[in-house]
């Protein structure tokens, strides 16, 4: 038997459509895994009454196929669903990891991406590396075509998840086909800021960098109340904030010991708007962790 703890996990940050994510030091989900003749799996915790137990249905099925590595796979969902903190995307790389030590397949963390993606690909029907690759990496990870670079930082963080469901897919729908240069040039500069800011550990920059034109404008008309509680959040003493994934969290950034205060600050606006919601008091944390 082989377990896993396996990252929440936060893509875009505003600048980086399909292109950054960043592991989060919690929540997470546990994956264990046992050999086993064909894949069976159980799934506990939070949301799980959302989530199919067929292989065929589950990102932990086709990664598991993906790795010929039968076996029968307890989640234990410490993510909740259609969140916008990657999810399938802990599942998948926590069982990507877990298979792989299991059957001792002998495929190296960066090799395990695009096995973990293909399992996401079947919530979300794309196969996006954006959230598998922090998750499995750790850090604040950039994807490009093939390639993702993790980098390691130092970033505080507060996610705030409001009780609404909010899917990939629909969040995707929204995003615009076409972009005016002008705001293709303001996100490239915001992506260029964040990055540098990601590498010196500087929240006033990754906050800056978290800004762009092009995605979350649309996406965050899904999210009742985006507008109060991002600015409950800056004005409580956020460097940036943004829709977390394909939403429907928001994700802050923010010196560590300003946490308790912008995550106080968020739920209070999302109660005002008539929302129940959760705050994480965060961080940029490590990959997964194998047992
Ligand atoms: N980059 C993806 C999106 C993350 O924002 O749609 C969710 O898979």
Redesign the pocket.
């Known amino acids: 038997m082989r377990t896993v703890r396996a990252p929440a996990t936060s893509?875009?940050l505003g600048s980086g459509?399909?292109v950054f994510g960043v592991a989060l030091d919690r929540p997470a989900d546990v994956i264990r895994v046992e050999r086993a003749p064909r894949t069976t799996i159980d799934v506990t915790g939070v949301g799980s009454q959302y989530i199919p137990t067929d292989p065929e249905k589950n990102v932990v099925g086709a990664v598991a196929d993906a790795l010929d590595a039968p076996a029968h796979i307890e989640i234990d969902k410490g993510v909740r669903p259609s969140s916008g903190l990657g999810s399938s995307?802990a599942s998948a790389a926590g069982a990507a990891l877990a298979l792989n030590a299991l059957y001792e397949r002998g495929h190296t963390r960066t090799e395990l991406v695009p096995v973990a993606a293909e399992g996401?690909a079947v919530v979300?029907g794309e196969a996006?590396v954006?959230?598998v690759a922090p998750a499995l990496l750790g850090g604040f990870t950039v994807a490009r075509e093939d390639e993702v670079t993790p980098v390691e930082t130092d970033i505080s963080l507060v996610a705030c998840l409001p009780e609404i469901a909010v899917s990939?897919r629909d969040?995707?729908r929204v995003v615009p086909d076409r972009a005016d240069m002008a705001d293709v040039v303001h996100t490239v500069g915001s992506a260029a800021t964040l990055t540098v800011g990601m590498c010196r550990s500087d929240p006033e920059l990754v906050g800056k960098g978290m800004d762009e034109r092009l995605?979350t404008p649309a996406r965050s008309e899904l999210i009742t109340g985006y507008d109060a509680v991002r600015s409950a959040a800056l004005e409580a003493g956020a460097t940036g904030v943004t829709v977390s994934?394909?939403g429907p969290s928001l994700l802050a950034v923010c010196d560590p010991d300003e946490r308790g205060r912008i995550a106080a600050a968020m739920l209070d606006a999302f109660e005002d708007a008539g929302v129940e919601a959760r705050a994480y008091k965060t961080r940029v944390g490590g990959g997964a962790d194998l047992f």
């Open positions: 893509a875009n459509f399909d995307a996401e979300s996006h954006d959230n990939t969040a995707r995605v994934g394909a």
